[in-house]
Each structure stands twice: as structure tokens, then as C-alpha cells.
């Protein structure tokens, strides 16, 4: 699996079950896990990555990610924001970081799988059936399509970011003279 993820670009797979619907992305990084859970579990930086987050805040009293932590999320398309209140719902250091956007009903996350050199990134998004959105794009049609599509490729383009801020954080070799 690790060449492949290291020779092609990273392939979207949309999954459909009984409860809903999954849509992940996977690319290796060549980063330790320890120094991407440190960038995918503080919610407060991911406007580094990316293209639709322009930060978030924690709620008092739990600033920190743990279960049940919530926080707002800021976002941008274009000239339209909005804000999305959202909780922690796992935490498994440096494996599992997740957190489900409420209003909305999605639960987005990321799995860190160590890899020779690197780390293999998985970020998902998870749409339960019952989610309101969900139920309104599946029947608006073509006019929900247009909003599906910007976060799938919002998916390809903070995995992207991510691995670049990654990397370029990482010491390079070290040179001695003889």
C-alpha cells in the first residue's frame, strides 16, 4: 500500500452503507505521527491547511482536545462565512483525532497509520443518512451537487497543504565533513 500511496496521486473513495455515507482520501507523509497529531488535534490551526477554515475557538471550560471538548469553527467560501459549532468526539494520540460538526451533522476526521519514512493521512468525512444536510443535497439534486463537490475538493486540497506543512517542518538531513 505505502508505494502506492508514495507513486500515484491520492484517489477519493466514497463509500455507502446502511447509516450513511464516507468519503476519504489517504496520502503518505513523510512526517512522524506524533508531529501530525500535533497539527490535526489543535482545531485552532487548521486554517493552515485548509481552504474553507479561517480558525476556531475553543468553548470554555475545555480548551484542549478531549471528548466532549466543543469549539466554533470559522469558514469561508468566497464572500460567504459561517460559523460550526463543534465537539470532539475522538481522541486516540497520535491515531485517531475526530470531531462531528453539529448543525450540519458530519463528522470529520483523521487517522494516522505509521509508514516507513512517514505516515499514511486518512481524512474522512462521514454523512449519517439522517443528517440535514444530507437529506437537503440528496434532494435539491444538481443544486446541492455544486456545494458536495467544493468540499470534496476542499478534502484534496487540505491534504495537500497538509502534507506540505508537514514536511517542510521536518529537520533535513545532517551533513558532516570528514
Same mark, same amino acid.
Given at each position: 500500500m505505502l508505494s502506492r500511496l508514495t507513486r500515484r496521486p491520492a484517489e477519493l473513495v466514497h463509500t455507502a452503507t446502511e447509516t450513511g455515507v464516507r468519503d476519504e482520501l489517504s496520502l503518505f507523509v513523510a512526517a512522524p505521527p506524533e508531529a501530525l497529531w500535533d497539527l490535526v488535534s489543535d482545531v485552532t490551526q487548521m486554517s493552515r491547511w485548509s481552504p474553507e477554515n479561517r480558525g476556531a475557538q475553543w468553548l &470554555?471550560?475545555? &480548551? !484542549? %482536545?478531549? %471528548?466532549?471538548?466543543?469549539?466554533?469553527?470559522?469558514? +469561508?467560501?468566497?464572500?460567504?462565512?459561517?460559523? *460550526?459549532?463543534?465537539?470532539?468526539?475522538?481522541?486516540? %494520540?497520535? @491515531?485517531?483525532?475526530?470531531? @462531528?460538526?453539529?448543525?450540519?451533522? *458530519? &463528522?470529520?476526521?483523521? #487517522? #494516522?497509520?505509521?509508514?516507513?519514512?512517514? *505516515?499514511?493521512? *486518512?481524512?474522512? @468525512? !462521514?454523512?449519517?443518512?439522517?443528517?440535514? #444536510?444530507?437529506? $437537503?443535497? =440528496? #434532494? &435539491?439534486?444538481?443544486?446541492? @451537487?455544486? +456545494?458536495?463537490? $467544493?468540499? $470534496?475538493?476542499?478534502?484534496? =486540497?487540505?491534504m495537500y497543504r497538509l502534507k506540505a506543512l508537514a514536511e517542510a517542518a521536518q529537520p533535513g538531513p545532517v551533513y558532516r565533513d570528514h
Open positions: &470554555s471550560p475545555i &480548551s !484542549e %482536545p478531549v %471528548p466532549g471538548a466543543w469549539f466554533l469553527g470559522f469558514n +469561508r467560501i468566497g464572500p460567504v462565512p459561517w460559523v *460550526t459549532p463543534c465537539e470532539v468526539t475522538i481522541v486516540d %494520540p497520535p @491515531r485517531h483525532f475526530e470531531f @462531528r460538526v453539529h448543525l450540519i451533522g *458530519t &463528522s470529520w476526521g483523521y #487517522l #494516522l497509520e505509521p509508514a516507513e519514512g512517514g *505516515t499514511v493521512v *486518512t481524512e474522512y @468525512r !462521514e454523512w449519517p443518512y439522517a443528517a440535514p #444536510l444530507l437529506k $437537503l443535497l =440528496r #434532494l &435539491s439534486g444538481p443544486i446541492g @451537487r455544486p +456545494r458536495d463537490n $467544493l468540499a $470534496l475538493d476542499g478534502l484534496y =486540497r487540505s
